[in-house]
């Protein structure tokens, strides 16, 4: 591609543009099996499984699969947290052509019947007490034609295999359930035990299909991305040049706390692992912090992909400062801005470099990230990724490429960016234009190249036509010493059309009053940007990747105003 301005910031090694493998991502986890057979691949509580063992699992359940008749074309759902069973399912469906979709554990029936039906899903890979609470009842309004049950002791040793299943009794709601097996349910186990290892291994055509990944559905109901085996292929080694890149001194520990059914963790923590051979460390609930850091000081951890509220969970951590953390040495921050004394915090407690990208479902998902080594710019996403060329253009023609500072919608192009929206023609064409895919993100660009998000411009909130962009805001109140979160959005006024209001979470402890805030926050921002309405919360609500959700935020207070 053309010399662009960013290129300059790329540390010594890394390409410009990328000499790609014409491989598939099921191939990536054969050559490592072959490579390293006895190398950790997994690691889940008590038991870790090698890449001879991933791989032999793999191409079990790939027989299985092909015997309930999956093939070439048909797609297969996996309904499940960080399991080992979540690698293995996806990684055997793409190795028969089957293709993927993603699902979050979380949806409700509603939410799965809207999915799987769009996706014409034939088989479903979930958990037995996803099963029994929400499923069973409404097995009559959904797709597959065959479940697949798994189970989280499933993967266990000795004692915990025992012990585990009483603690899951106990969660609320329990995270373990009994299923009846037969009429169209199978135990992932006994197919896995009972099947030979001599999956049908059709070659694949790159070009085709292997994720319909189902984007979060924020403006609406999600519709399923197209995201080819090309697509996921080169993203993943997009990914190794500028995340692994010449820096790694040994194998690698991947943390995989990251929701694997998300597009971050799916492509980061999941793919490449597998190819670069780095043990992944699941962990199912990305909540539990005490487990994270037992992880991370446990396993030497190298490499943690995570969000800023992790991070700043962790420095928060009870006598984080005695655990030892010093194996991290690269660790990738996405889904909002971070905060620089959170940053400058985790970094001095783990000698590690936090590197801010972005990325979308639509685009597999990595398009920018801070470089490994030189120049870096918190609280900017970084620089485009090799093959990847990104522009900031007027949002109202969607075409005038804008001069460096000016805030206008971010367009992508690179070979990582989707085929369509599945069976969504017209929301198609309208996404991806001349080439360009639009991403209906704000963002700026500065003189050196480096990309900063300003928020989306469903977000941006008019106030008399003056325009508020949600995340400076943010921004601003989080640089409080006594603010742990906040987040903004725009609330009906009859004068004013819209106007500020931010909900705050106090640093444990703190006491700070209404317009404290406001006159911090007018030392800072224009008069129009200060918050005109301030609510104080214990939590802010979040998704299952630990991003705040503003919809949640303005659904309740059209609820509140009774405009809903």
């Not at 037995?128 to 069973?136: N, S, V």
């Not at 993967?155 to 106990?170: I, T």
């Not at 470089?371 to 522009?391: E, H, M």
Request: with cysteine; glycine share 6%.
């Amino acid at each position: 591609m053309e010399e662009r301005i960013w290129h300059r910031h790329y540390p010594a090694g890394t390409p410009t543009s990328i000499d790609y493998e014409e491989r598939a991502l099921p191939e990536f986890l054969r050559d490592t099996a072959r490579r390293t057979p006895d190398a950790p691949a997994l690691a889940f509580f008590n038991r870790e499984l090698s890449y001879r063992e991933l791989d032999d699992h793999v191409s079990r359940f790939g027989r299985a699969l092909a015997d309930l008749g999956v093939g070439p074309g048909r797609r297969v759902a996996i309904h499940l947290p960080n399991l080992p069973q979540t690698v293995i399912a996806y990684q055997a469906a793409l190795a028969i052509r089957a293709q993927v979709v993603l699902t979050n554990p979380l949806y409700t029936s509603h939410e799965l019947e809207h999915q799987w039906n769009d996706a014409e899903i034939d088989v479903a890979v979930t958990a037995d007490f996803l099963y029994e609470q929400t499923i069973a009842a409404d097995r009559s309004k959904l797709s597959p034609r065959h479940y697949v049950v798994a189970s989280i002791p499933d993967y266990m040793r000795f004692p915990l295999s025992w012990l585990a299943p009483l603690k899951l009794r106990r969660s609320n709601p329990p995270t373990i359930a009994k299923v009846e097996f037969g009429d169209g349910v199978h135990s992932f186990m006994q197919l896995v035990e009972s099947s030979s290892p001599d999956a049908p291994r059709p070659e694949i055509d790159l070009n085709e299909i292997a994720v319909l990944q189902y984007t979060g559905g924020t403006t609406g109901r999600s519709k399923g991305a197209e995201l080819t085996h090309r697509n996921l292929s080169v993203n993943v080694q997009q990914c190794e040049q500028v995340l692994i890149g010449a820096a790694g001194s040994g194998p690698e520990v991947m943390m995989s706390c990251l929701p694997l059914f998300h597009v971050f963790g799916m492509t980061v923590c999941m793919n490449l692992s597998l190819r670069i051979g780095a043990k992944i460390v699941l962990q199912p609930n990305p909540r539990d912090i005490k487990e994270l850091v037992n992880n991370l000081e446990s396993h030497h951890v190298t490499i943690f992909p995570g969000v800023p509220a992790l991070f700043n969970s962790i420095n928060h951590f009870p006598r984080i400062d005695q655990r030892d953390l010093s194996k991290l040495r690269v660790c990738v921050s996405g889904s909002a801005p971070i905060a620089d004394d959170v940053l400058r915090r985790f970094e001095q407690l783990t000698s590690s470099r936090i590197l801010e990208g972005f990325g979308l479902s639509e685009t597999s998902p990595v398009t920018h990230v801070n470089p490994l080594s030189g120049l870096r710019k918190v609280g900017s996403i970084g620089i485009p990724v090799p093959d990847t060329d990104a522009r900031v253009v007027d949002p109202d023609d969607g075409v005038k490429e804008l001069p460096t500072g000016e805030v206008g919608e971010l367009l992508l192009k690179g070979p990582q960016v989707m085929r369509g929206y599945w069976k969504q023609p017209d929301q198609t064409a309208d996404a991806l234009r001349d080439g360009w895919f639009h991403t209906g993100d704000l963002a700026s660009i500065d003189e050196d190249g480096f990309f900063k998000i300003e928020g989306r411009m469903k977000d941006m909130i008019n106030c008399n036509g003056l325009k508020v962009y949600p995340d400076e805001v943010d921004g601003v109140l989080m640089s409080h010493p006594l603010i742990l979160e906040a987040a903004t959005i725009g609330v009906p006024h009859p004068r004013r059309i819209e106007t500020v209001k931010s909900f705050v979470v106090l640093q444990p402890g703190a006491k700070l009053g209404v317009e404290e805030i406001r006159e911090f926050c007018a030392k800072e921002l224009a008069k129009y940007k200060v918050p005109d309405e301030i609510e104080f919360l214990d939590e802010l609500p979040k998704s299952n990747v630990l991003k705040v959700l503003r919809r949640e935020l303005r659904d309740r207070e059209l609820v509140r105003r009774g405009l809903a």
